[in-house]
């Protein structure tokens, strides 16, 4: 079967761009066309950007690119006026002196500290010297070709931040879930999710993350998501603060606890990894057992810079914020009929689920009765001091609004309708 042929809808950006066109021909008109509207066009472009700020900042690098070139511009046709030789000396002479005053050019956007503008100043320094020397009133398109740009940089800019009046609610706290919601199938984020979200978080959006993960295994797929707020990660066991790189809340297993768990498993020939933070670091406390799962789940998870793996013979027992076994399925079903009838799974979080990664095989998780994404979600607003919840997952009657696997941009798209209110379909409904 043929796989169908789909095509991106058209963004706000393609839309904007053209319309930015639109608007420089207009002023162009209303100008008499004394101008050239071409370089309107390429400046006003230039500052249609994905982000408003990235909008601000090319204006700026494209004005003092501009005004860089049109000064130096200027300067030579000054030079060349006072200049006696004609016809091939003429040539020659215009040819070193362009050459040698790219060199003032460049260095200019260095002192001034504005490197990123260089390459504007030599196109708008060679575009006076090189196309239009010999033209009648050469100043004309100097200040022409200045203006010109300042007409598309506003467009840009104006056209750029035009959006539908609308109210931020910023008293709402929004948490998704990340598998089989934020995220693909694939594990990444889609392009349109990636700009939008990250709009919404510049703009104040109180939005975070409630994840089985690890921070360490969720930092790879957000690793362009400006996230501001601390995320809920290992299943509610922890708030972890991604900018900071630290801990603000941890539920952990009582010592006495760990110390039942772990003589379970020693009496049944098992072994586990107890997952410590120490010190704002986690580390996987493990025992060589020589299984060859056990080897490849450790070489792989050891290559993140935020676990620290740590093979020792006695087991950490303290601050333990859960184990984690990893072991065929038979065995993990055994083992958790062993802790169901030792009355454990009424005193613990203990989740069984099989691997995705191992095939045949199924992980055990034991944690602290308390860490829920719930209890953690309340300790966030009261954190934050906001009472109102909008939470996004895959598990119907579990979340506000659930998200259906493959369809990972709802999260971004359901958010802007809440986060980022019409006033005026508001006010109607009213």
Not at 72 to 82: D, F, R
Not at 199 to 214: I, K, Q, V
Not at 314 to 332: C, P, R, W
Not at 370 to 384: F, S, W
Request: contains cysteine.
């Amino acid at each position: 079967m043929k796989k169908r042929l789909q095509f991106p809808h058209i963004g706000m950006r393609i839309v904007k761009s053209a319309t930015a066109i639109a608007v420089c021909y207009l002023i162009s008109f209303l100008r008499g066309s004394s101008g050239i509207v071409f370089y309107s066009h390429l400046a006003a472009l230039w500052c249609i950007q994905i982000y408003v700020a990235n909008s601000r900042k090319n204006a700026l690098q494209r004005l003092t690119g501009t005004t860089i070139g049109a000064i130096y511009g200027l300067i030579v046709l000054l030079i060349m006026e006072k200049i006696p030789f004609t016809g091939k000396a003429l040539e020659v002479f215009n040819a070193v002196l362009i050459s040698a005053m790219i060199v003032p050019v460049l260095y200019t956007t260095i002192v001034i500290k504005k490197k990123q503008a260089s390459y504007f100043s030599c196109v708008v320094f060679l575009s006076i010297v090189v196309n239009h020397m010999t033209d009648a009133n050469p100043y004309l398109f100097v200040w022409n070709r200045f203006l010109d740009t300042v007409i598309g940089i506003g467009v840009g800019i104006g056209v750029n931040c035009i959006s539908l009046p609308r109210k931020k609610q910023k008293d709402i706290l929004f948490i998704s879930g990340l598998d089989d919601t934020l995220l693909s199938r694939d594990d990444n984020l889609s392009d349109y999710s990636r700009v939008e979200l990250n709009r919404m978080l510049d703009e104040g959006a109180n939005f975070t993350l409630s994840t089985m993960r690890t921070p360490a295994s969720l930092m790879k797929p957000m690793q362009d998501i400006r996230l501001k707020l601390p995320v809920i990660a290992m299943d509610g066991a922890v708030l972890y603060d991604i900018n900071e790189n630290a801990y603000l809340k941890v539920y952990v297993i009582s010592h006495s606890m760990s110390m039942e768990v772990l003589s379970l498993v020693k009496k049944h020939g098992l072994s586990c990894f107890a997952n410590v933070v120490v010190d704002d670091m986690l580390m996987i406390f493990y025992e060589e057992t020589g299984e060859p799962v056990h080897e490849a789940l450790v070489r792989e998870m050891r290559k993140s810079s935020y676990r620290n793996y740590v093979k020792s013979e006695s087991m950490k027992q303290e601050n333990v914020v859960y184990f984690m076994m990893l072991y065929e399925k038979k065995i993990i079903e055994e083992f958790y009929e062993v802790l169901k009838n030792k009355g454990l799974t009424e005193k613990l979080k203990i989740l069984k689920y099989d691997s995705v990664d191992y095939p045949g095989y199924s992980y055990i998780k034991i944690y602290n009765k308390n860490a829920t994404r719930e209890h953690m979600t309340e300790y966030l607003k009261a954190m934050l001091d906001l009472k109102k919840t909008v939470t996004f997952g895959s598990i119907e009657g579990k979340y506000d609004i659930v998200i259906r696997s493959g369809d990972s941009n709802r999260v971004v798209r359901e958010l802007k309708k809440r986060y980022e209110v019409v006033k005026w379909r508001r006010t109607r409904r009213d």
